[in-house]
């Protein structure tokens, strides 16, 4: 084999070489990028949850304590019925 047979065969398994690795390396960084996407969804994904159930717990409390309002303001309702039906007897 002459020299320049050889030079040509180097080069062309260099030329497949370097494209195997630049396959193998697009490759890799596809995976990467799909594995940072799945990895980032997943973290909006809980956080929403979260969020949901702070909501949750923020409309349960809320609930309870328009339900606390609501008692207070039939007290304060039947209390004034009781003093205004006293007042009206006394001036009678």
Do not use: P
């Amino acid at each position: 084999m002459d020299i320049q047979t050889t030079l040509a065969l180097a080069g062309f398994l260099l030329a497949v070489g370097s494209n195997l690795i630049w396959l193998l390396v697009t490759y890799a960084n596809g995976e990467k990028k799909k594995y940072a996407a799945e990895r980032d969804f997943n973290h909006i994904k809980n956080n929403q949850l979260q969020i949901s159930e702070g909501i949750a717990i923020f409309t349960k409390d809320l609930d309870n304590r328009l339900d606390d309002i609501d008692k207070n303001l039939i007290e304060i309702k039947s209390y004034m019925v009781i003093h205004a039906s006293n007042n009206t007897n006394r001036q009678q």
